[in-house]
């Protein structure tokens, strides 16, 4: 018996990550390969979990799970995720970490009524989260401070912005 | 060394402070064979360069990310926060009526660490503004006095420019003189700027005036001329060992100029150190000056106590002192004011301290019609320079654009703020909003004004028992106030903005509101939002007679002899020229007369 079986707890957690993973490309409009290409998707999770009431993050990914197969999943994630008063603010704040690479205060509403945490603050979740922000891919520039293009490459026009592909809505027809 | 040792030597000359001038000035003091000491009142943590590669690590971890993000001051070396301005603590007490908006860094390196590294010579006109405008007050200096100075001050810093680029107002350039570096290539977003304001004339006064989108001078390496080698990141370990490292001999496009270059491309005060004869160089980091102590009938300075602490968390400290024949503080316009205050050498006169000024700066930003490439390149690679200069400085202030490559960032926060408001206010999300983030903010625009500001009594640093650090030296009391010249000038350049925006075709978005905070002035029914450019200037000014001025035009106290006052604070104006590159000039020219007596 390993750790990969198909029931055990590793199982479940592959299961929760596939889930986080999925959602977040809907969230983003990122591809999987680039999410996962950060190396910071389990890390955003585990900070979900960390900072959120216990059982919130599962509420999250256990409403995803139910959004139905098709087409417009991404209207689904509107009306069942982020039009959610529990749901949505917490929704908003992964498309935040992964774009900013910072977790940002829960609104007050949010707090009052569901929890807090004292690790509820804006803050910077990892050099790496930094460094990775998808903000900087989206400016087609690099990060203030990293990733340097190398001299001169600032005198040339930018590149066209890649089309976004169609994040999950594709994946998951 | 130990302290004991320190206090032992026979010392030429004591600085105080190991910023761009103390560097400067130890360099060319070792290399003609005179033993320094200096002592710099913060830590001297940036020089390993494992130290350095901890400072970015704080810069990409803070959630502020303001210009002293990287550089967190010892608990006994306490420095200003631009983010103390709006709840009013931290180390500067603001005694208005407005707020002096900037800040400076107090460990080895000082603010060269997270200057912008703009090294423009001043006009001409800016030393005898009151003979040509009847405004401000004359230097003791001409701009010819100056140039060779000039000269070497570009190449110590190792300035990057075309000198075809730098000759108007006046400036006049040696024939055949070359800066030591080919200029830095124009950004994507400068040349779209360009394309469309070359030639736009705006009106100044009684005077229209043509625009131009010029490459500036730049303390940042890249392509050198002549066998100019670059100098790049500094390796100096704990143990004195020195590594070489082949890292930042080009500016690589980092886009942090400020507040940290991650390659170390741009110039620092501890490259100049690097360069010094260290046979004859010690410096002694976490000795904060605390008193200096003057014959009272001769006025000549006997030696300076120092505060001694080894754990930067904490206010214990021991005290020393140290003699030398000579003696310089050039620990900033702020401390140097500060450090004569609290000695009791306020002067005859009473000016030390007195005619604090800055470039308090206006920022408009807006979103051009087309890509342009933001967040690309060093922090700015162009200015508008030609309203630094002219007949209107009779009227009010004159004024320099700095064009960014850094978005909204230093206006608004963004990118950050940008996607904020995308996910939370607009609701965005999926590829709606990658593709409204890719479509915005290649597209943002910012220029910064700074708008020059003449000296005057009522601004100044002073000191107050009531008002103490935690080793208990006093903090600096600094009462400063924008006037109406610097207001009218403010306006005319806010005007000037708008126009140069429009004639690019970028839609406007300059407003406060949406803005990070800065405070206010009001002038003429208007209200402007101002930023404070970190360019402090003349406590201790320079003069002709010792009745009207601290130091002669060599920065040599008129009241202690052995004693020099270096840096922006002998600045009489200032101009619109970013003042390091004066600061150096200045302080290569005092070394000479220092050479010259003590050698």
Known sequence: ?173 | MSDQAVHDQSWDVVIVGAGVCGALLAKQLTRAGLRVLILEAGPDTASPFDGYLGHLEHFYTAASKGIGAPWPPAVSAPQPDTADLRTGGGYFVQNGPDKHASSYSRLLGGSTLHWLGVSLRMLPEDFELRSRYGRGQDWPLDYADLESYYERAEWELGVSADVADQAHHGIEFRQGYEYPMRRVPLSYSDQVLADAVDGMLVTVGDEQVPLKVRSYPAARNSIPRDGYRPAGAVDRRSDGQVVTRYTGQRCAGNTSCTPICPVEAKYHAGKSLEQADRRYLEVTAQAVASKIHVDPVSGMVQGIEYQRYTDRTSPRHTVHTVRARAYVLAAHAVENAKLMLMSGLGGENSLVGKGLIDHPALYGWGLAPVPVGAYRGPLSTAGIEDLRGGPFRAEHAAFRFDIGNDGWRATTGAPDTTVTDAVRRQGLFGTELRDHLQSVLPRQVRVSIAVEQLRSEKNSVSIDARYLDPLGNPRPVISYRIDDYTLAGMATAAEVCRQVLRRAGVEDHTNAADGSWFPEVRYDGQVFHYHGMGHFAGTHVMGRHARESVVDAGQRSWEHRNLYLVGGGSFPTMGTSNPTLTMAALTLRTAELMIAGLA
């Open chain 1, 1 to 173: 018996m390993t750790a990969t079986s198909a029931s055990g707890p590793g199982a479940a957690a592959d299961k929760r990550a596939d889930l986080f993973l999925r959602l977040s490309e809907l969230l983003t409009g990122f591809g999987g390969i680039d999410l996962l290409g950060t190396g910071l998707a389990g890390g955003y999770l585990r900070v979900v979990d960390d900072i959120l009431p216990p059982g919130a993050g599962d509420e999250l990914l256990a409403a995803f799970a139910r959004l139905p197969a098709g087409l417009d999943r991404g209207a689904a994630v509107q009306t069942t995720i982020l039009a959610h008063p529990k749901l949505g603010p917490v929704a908003r704040n992964v498309i935040l970490m992964w774009y900013r690479g910072t977790w940002t205060r829960l609104p007050d509403e949010w707090r009052s009524a569901y929890g807090t945490s004292p690790l509820d603050t804006d803050h910077v979740v990892s050099a790496e989260a930094y460094r990775s922000g998808l903000q900087w891919v989206a400016a087609g520039a690099h990060p203030a401070g990293a990733l340097q293009q190398g001299y001169g490459a600032w005198a040339s026009a930018p590149n066209e912005p890649a089309s976004s592909p169609a994040a999950g809505q594709g994946a998951h027809k």
